[in-house]
Structures are given as C-alpha cells and as structure tokens.
C-alpha cells in the first residue's frame, strides 16, 4: 500500500504557473535566523518535509517558531543546551549542515549525526568540517555522532575552498558572520542562494562583500538582530514547469522567477524546439511541435546548467527526434530516474555519470518508482507526455521540494490524481 500519482499523459498545458520560494534558500535562512537576536519572519517558507524537518531541529534546540500560513516566525533568544541535533530530522535530510555553524556560535558547541538526504553517490562534507576546524573548531567522533566545539569561538580566516560547494559556502559564511576579525572565502560558491543568504545577513547586521562572486570578505560582528525577509524564487521548481511544457506540449507562463536565474536550462530547451520568451521576473515556454535532439549538455557549477535541474530536462527529451545525452559533472548517482523513463519505453540508459537517449515517437504509461527529489520529478514530467495512464511512486521523495504539484499541473490541464495503491486491488 502507498500513495502515488495517477497521471494520465497526452494532454498539454495551458496557462500561468506561480513559483514559490527557493527550499535551497528557505533551509539555511532557517537555520541562520538561529544567529540573531530577536525575532525573523520569512514571509515564504512552503510546508515542504525538509522545511518542517529544519522547523523540528530549530526547536529541538530551543529556538520558538510560529508558522502563520506560508509564513514562518523563528526566535532563538532562550535557546540554551549543549546543540544536540535530534537524531531522525538531521539524519533524514542533509541541509541539517546548515546547524552547525550556528550552534556553534550559539552553544560553544553541536552535535550531529551524518546527514542524510537523496542518494546522489557521495557528498562529503570534509570542505564545511576543515574550514570551520581552520576558523577554531575542534572536530571529534562520538559514538558515531560528529561533535564539533569551538571553547574560544570562532576567527576570521583565509580559506581556499577546494571545490565551490554551495553548501560549505553557506556553512563558512554563517560562521563568518560572527567570527572574531575578518574572514575571505575564496573559490567560494556563486549561485543565487548564496547571494540570498548574504542578504538575508547583511539584513540583520552582518558585513559580507562580494557573495556572487569567487571571493567573499565578510567582518565578523558582535551581534545579528531579526528582520523580515523574504526568500528568492526556486529556480528548479521554475526548471521543473518548464520541461514539463516541453514534455507534455502547450504554453505556460511561469511567474515570479527571473529568466536569468536558469538561462542554461533555458537554452537547452530552446535549442530542442521550445519558444521561450523573457519577461519581467517571469518567462513564457511554449511547444507546439516535435522537440530535437540536443547533443551532449553538461551541468556545472553556476552559472552553469545547474545539477538539480539535470533530471527534469532529460525527460523533456525523450521524445526529441535524434540523440541527446545529459551528463552531470557533480554527482555520480544523479539519473536513477532512467529505469523509469525506460519503462515508459524510451530509449534512454544510464552510461556513467550520464544518461544517453535516443528519442522515441511516443512513450506509455507505466507504474514507475521514484528513489530522490528530482529523480521523481523527473518521472512526472514524463509521464505528462506518455499515452495511457502512469503511477508515480515515490511522493516522499517529491514532497521534499514541491508543494502542490499535482494541483498546480490540474490548473494547466493535466490530468493528475492522488491514489492509493489499495484502490486498484
């Protein structure tokens, strides 16, 4: 027994999509309002699962939080303990990170299991644990739990990351903001959530320059105070909007996210036959005719064609005449969805880090499992364009990072449907 999404494919989409806040953004802003004195409001934060799993750890360690609709209100100011993270919320999802350095400035100490989250191949964390061991950190094992304690704080440092790790960027950056003196993070990580966090800091009293950029100096400060802030659009929930348009046929204007936060996808998608047209923080996307092989793309650090969105326009591809190949430089794991897409009847396999298709004139419904967040998406945005009817399994996957889907793709005209697997026995 389990639920699924019961989606009857063929039809194409019409209409306006509203893209929410950016869950990349909302999970560290979260943990970062544990920075400040006083109370934050994030006027956007969607009950997605890893949202309200970041709200479990947040109060775990003390801090209040009052949602009011798809706001959030966070205060931290009678947190006390020793910054233990609860063992399921941080294990099931791996933006439990973004607690370390803020309990580290909070409790003088935290502790954690390692984290969790989609099945990507490996995902170190050794770039957050040696710039914060750098910063004054001291790092130890315990009884399987990552404990990390800093007796005289934390100091500004001189650090190179080895890799722009969006993550770590975001890690070394809350811890900068409090350090004692001035901190440079070079090979630092560019994407918009970056620069939204930075923000979202220097909203509360933080000295942070040249977040965007490869090297960010930040002045630490004594304080942070609360403000009201509101997150920046998902980018991969407008990705995701989009290749359905290309999957499934028909025009979609996507609305409140700027066509620059995604112009690689949004080449592709052209380059495969789809008119897009950019607007003033919205694009249209529109397909009326058969799609064509792309070549070869890749994904790369920002600005580059972004990883998470790898998955969703692979499948807009499956039925573009000719060959395609989306191969993802970050994770070596990232397209588990291809068993799916090739029980669909797509010509489409894994080959390394890649997934080679060869499209198909048509596809067909199947019962398909999803096994992480895009992935699942992914097998939604093919069965928009498959004949017959599909079940899509895996919805705790796609609960993680979009709220309403289903609905959402009703009000464009699919024919989408929450189901039990008992209602077919």
Known sequence: ????????????????????????????????????????????????????????????????????????????????????????????????????????????????????????????????????NRMGAQTQWEDGQLVLTAPRGLHGVDYALRLPSVGATETLLMAAVLAKGETVLRGAAREPEIVDLALYLCACGASIQGAGSPVIRVHGRPELHGVDYTPIPDRIYAATMAAAVASAGGQVRIQGCPAEFLEPVLSVLELAGCGVQRLDRAFLVERSRTLKGVGRVYTGVYPAFCTDAAPVVAAALLCAAGRSAVEDTVFENRFACAAGFAAMGAQACRAGRAVEITGVRRLTGAKVQGSDLRGTAALVVAALAASGESQVFGLEHLRRGYLGLPATLQSLGAKVQLAMQEDEE
């Open 1 to 132: 027994m389990g639920e699924y999404l019961k989606i009857t494919g063929g039809r194409p989409l019409f209409g306006q999509a509203i893209v929410p806040a950016a869950k990349n953004s909302i999970l560290p802003l979260i943990a970062a309002s544990m920075l400040c004195r006083g109370e934050t409001l994030l006027r956007q934060a969607p009950a997605l699962a890893d949202v309200e799993q970041s709200v479990a750890i947040y109060t775990a360690l003390g801090g209040q939080v009052q949602r009011q609709g798809q706001a959030v209100r966070l205060r931290a100011d009678g947190a006390q303990g020793r910054g233990i993270l609860p063992d399921g919320p941080a294990r099931s999802m791996r933006s439990s990170v973004f607690y370390l350095a803020p309990a580290l400035h909070r409790f003088g100490r935290v502790q954690m299991p390692m984290p969790g989250g989609c099945k990507l191949g490996p995902r170190p964390i050794d770039i957050h644990l040696e710039g914060l």
